[in-house]
């Protein structure tokens, strides 16, 4: 997994509540669809005006992520409890694919922000109002704002005003500043872990023993 330090790009804002992870990736794009691929599909009912598969699709010139530059934007401003819903592992994927790597709201479904952690792309919580300014700072200087998120100081730099601060577990930082997901973190202690087994076999032999009964 790419680590995560600092992200500057264009951030596309994309702000109405509730929207949920089958509007991110209809469950069609979920099977049979290479992860690689994802992000062709990503907000597909909105992107597109035509039903199928693959970028030859007409697009829709009224959605947002479908004009100059957030066609380009690495970071998503959304509004509360994005990505609610099913708990499907391919939404982030999709984002990823489109090329988010960062997604900035007030509030999100909590099975999507854990799966984001694991395919390296930060949810990042802020308050409404925080979140509403920053909408009009891109909607207002599309193709100059430039937003940066630095995960190592865990604040949001916008185009315009003061720094804002967001918060991240611990260990939720570590690991994406890292490129670690929960395996990545994992073995890390293998070495504890092996010690723990070896002593755990010394005490239940039993436990561990493959032979036929």
Not at 48 to 60: F, I, M, Q, T, V
Not at 97 to 119: E, L, T
Request: charged residues 20%; contains cysteine.
């Amino acid at each position: 997994m790419q680590p995560f330090t600092t992200l500057t790009g264009i951030a596309a804002p994309l702000y109405r509540p509730n929207i949920n992870t089958d509007i991110i990736i209809p469950m069609q794009f979920l099977v049979g669809t290479a992860r690689e691929t994802m992000g062709e599909n990503a907000f597909a009912p909105w992107r597109y005006l035509e039903p199928g598969e693959g970028a030859a699709r007409a697009e829709n010139p009224d959605f947002v992520l479908n004009q100059a530059p957030f066609r380009d934007a690495t970071i998503l401003i959304a509004g509360p409890n994005f990505a609610c819903g099913s708990s499907r592992e391919g939404a982030v994927w999709a984002l990823a694919g489109f090329g988010f790597r960062a997604v900035i709201a007030p509030s999100f479904g909590g099975i999507f922000a854990n799966n984001c952690y694991q395919s390296g792309v930060l949810p990042v919580v802020l308050p409404e109002d925080v979140v509403g300014a920053f909408v009009r700072q891109a909607e207002a200087a599309p193709h100059t704002a430039r937003f940066t998120i630095d995960l190592e100081t865990c604040l949001v730099h916008p185009p315009q005003g003061e720094a804002v601060p967001f918060e991240v577990e611990a260990f939720r930082r570590t690991a994406l500043l890292e490129g670690l997901d929960d395996l990545g973190l994992m073995r890390r202690r293998q070495a504890d872990i092996d010690a723990f087994q070896a002593k755990d076999r010394d005490a239940r032999p039993w436990i561990y023993d493959q032979a036929s009964p």
